[in-house]
């Protein structure tokens, strides 16, 4: 087992890859790269001021801004002297901000902008500094490149202040504390170490290999660990480069500029791009689509090929190389022409799409994970891929599936806990070491882990997002006009509802307003009574943050009943069965 701390083996390429570029970024039109040596010192000279601000190990420092490179250098400067990463996404509520806050007290805050700094003033807590990564007029705020002016300038003397910083860090520290929904919807900070990420990544890249020559296209939150080990430890950790995407809408175009070998991504990346060829398509001559078909068709014996181990004859690789020449090479270019792997996590990924993919010469491997684990357990790679599962457990992982088939890990990349919350991380870790994952599945006969079920109700979205549906639901029941609402989006784009009206409150409104309520199942659709719960539904989730918030919603034709086992004696939802009854209300929802 390696006994060395990320900063550890990130300084070590520092010195082994010194002029190899590290992080790209691009500004006022042109990429521009910082080299490995050139970040080095960049994070040095930011450690050293933190250490002269008097943070030492063990102290917190937040980070609230989306990605860009000066994320990854604070982030390697914070952990190179032993203090702890607390990071937020700039897209939170200032009420869930304020409770992370509130909870890991950081001492220092680096964020942005203008924009962030606003919000933070607004929730009132107080920082020993604040750190902008772009100037503004303000005052109370340092910034960024104030605190690096010089980088390359440290002298003898501080150089050996930091190596000694760097050499108290120990792998059992802690890197970061990941605020995390729980089923409640209280966050719960989620504590990992030095050796939970060094493992992960380690035994990650004996599945998909990483080399210097690799490039990564960083696009996906990094204060989402799965970006943050995937697109930025393994990365450093293997010695490549990393491009930052200028936005979601620009990753394409961005994918063109620099051409990377590897993205991780969740499906939603996978779902536009598939969309968008399926658009095209469906406008093109009649003769495109008849090639576009049969390439596809032609496509899928490459994944009979590299998935199931089987030799083509000629005619099929013939069939192959002309699907190649006529369709499936423009993709490739599409997306740069050197990306080779994609690794998708953080939410199911349609086989449909993973086949499509596959059958272009664009490889996905699917793993799985939580951000408990720092976050990878499973991984399809080469030579060892089922579509529709979510891969075989890393090296020095094990897995075994539970009585009530909840899936149960154990390996170095599970958390040390949850922060100031023993009993809910004895909730979770059992006695064995064994973390509870509150998911559903089974291992096929070659050790394949698919995913069935999801034991406790967290909604995943397709973009990867988590949310808790019972704070949400609570808030917009607090409305008299409505009895239930049933939250869905598992897998989905966005969140939706199902909505179940209290009958004798809406009553009143539909007199008001002269709506007649029978017969019902029309009254529900009434565009006036539709426009009253839409509005209903939106003030009651204002406090939530975007990705949270209802975007569509149907009112049910009849109330729930214990009859239909749809309410338990005790009248609480049963959500599955809810939604095996309204499949069909759920899916035009989404067909919209």
């Not at 190990?57 to 937040?62: E, I, L, N, Q, T």
């Not at 001559?285 to 496509?299: C, D, M, T, Y």
């Not at 002269?514 to 006036?528: A, I, L, T």
């Not at 975007?551 to 086992?565: A, G, Q, S, Y």
């Amino acid at each position: 087992m390696c006994e060395k701390t990320i900063p550890e083996l990130f300084f070590e390429n520092v010195d082994r890859f010194s002029e190899r570029v590290a992080l790209m970024s691009k500004r006022g039109g042109v990429w521009e790269k910082k080299s490995y040596r050139k970040v080095g010192n960049i994070v040095r000279k930011l450690s050293l001021m933190l250490n002269a601000w008097g943070v030492r190990k063990g102290d917190h420092v937040a980070i609230i801004s989306e990605n860009r490179e000066e994320w990854v250098i604070t982030d390697m400067a914070i952990i190179s002297i032993g203090a702890v990463n607390v990071p937020i996404y700039p897209t939170l509520s200032e009420e869930q901000i304020r409770f992370i806050l509130e909870d890991a007290k950081p001492r220092i805050l680096f964020l942005s902008g203008e924009e962030l700094y606003g919000k933070i003033e607004k929730i009132g807590y107080r920082f020993e500094e604040v750190v902008a990564f772009e100037q503004f007029q303000t005052d109370g705020v340092v910034f960024f490149q104030d605190l690096i002016k010089d980088a390359d300038r440290i002298n003898e003397d501080s150089l050996a202040t930091f190596t000694s910083l760097m050499k108290e860090v120990s792998p059992d520290d802690l890197v970061c504390i990941n605020y995390t929904s729980g089923t409640t919807g209280k966050p719960k900070g989620v504590m990992l170490t030095h050796r939970n990420f060094v493992f992960d990544i380690l035994n990650s890249t004996k599945i998909v290999k990483i080399v210097p020559e690799d490039r990564f296209l960083s696009f996906l939150p990094l204060s989402h660990v799965l970006e943050r080990m995937g697109g930025y430890y393994t990365p450093f950790l293997c010695g490549a480069s990393i491009a930052f995407a200028e936005s979601l809408e620009k990753i394409v175009e961005n994918m063109k500029e620099v051409s990377p070998t590897i993205l991780v991504s969740v499906p939603r990346l996978f779902e536009k791009i598939y969309s968008g060829v399926l658009t095209n398509i469906e406008s093109a001559s009649r003769l495109k689509k008849k090639i576009f078909h049969w390439s596809v068709r032609a496509g899928k014996l490459r994944i009979k090929k590299e998935v199931g181990g089987a030799k083509l004859n000629a005619l099929e690789r013939f069939k192959l190389s002309v699907a190649d020449k006529l369709v499936f090479s423009k993709l490739r270019e599409f997306t740069g022409g050197k990306l080779e792997r994609f690794i998708s996590g953080g939410a199911p990924l349609s086989k449909e799409i993973a086949e499509f993919f596959w059958a272009a010469g664009m490889k996905i491997y699917e793993g799985y994970g939580l951000t408990e684990t720092a976050p990878v357990l499973t991984l399809n790679g080469p030579g060892r891929v089922r579509l529709g599962s979510v891969g075989k457990a890393i090296p020095g992982t094990e897995i075994k599936i539970a009585r009530d088939g909840e899936i149960l890990v154990k390996g170095g990349q599970v958390m040390k806990g949850y922060y100031k919350n023993e009993e809910a991380t004895r909730e979770v870790i059992d006695g064995e070491g064994f973390f509870h994952t509150g998911d559903i599945g089974y291992l096929d006969e070659e050790g394949f882990l698919f995913i069935t079920d999801r034991k406790k109700n967290i909604i995943v979205t397709a973009g990867g997002k988590n949310v808790a549906p019972q704070p949400v639901e609570d808030a917009i029941k607090q409305s008299p006009y409505i009895a239930e609402a049933i939250l869905v989006g598992d897998g989905r784009k966005f969140i939706s509802a199902l909505i179940v009206l209290d009958r004798e409150n809406i009553r009143g409104w539909a007199l008001e307003n002269g709506v007649e309520m029978e017969p019902y199942e029309r009254f529900v659709r009434d565009e006036r009574l539709v426009e009253f719960i839409s509005k209903e539904i939106e003030r009651r989730t204002e406090r939530f943050s975007n990705f949270e918030r209802v975007k569509k919603f149907r009112i049910l034709p009849r109330d729930l009943t214990m009859e239909e086992n749809e309410l338990t004696p005790s009248l609480k939802v049963r959500r599955r069965v809810v939604l095996e009854h309204f499949a069909d209300v759920v899916d035009e929802m989404y067909r919209e």
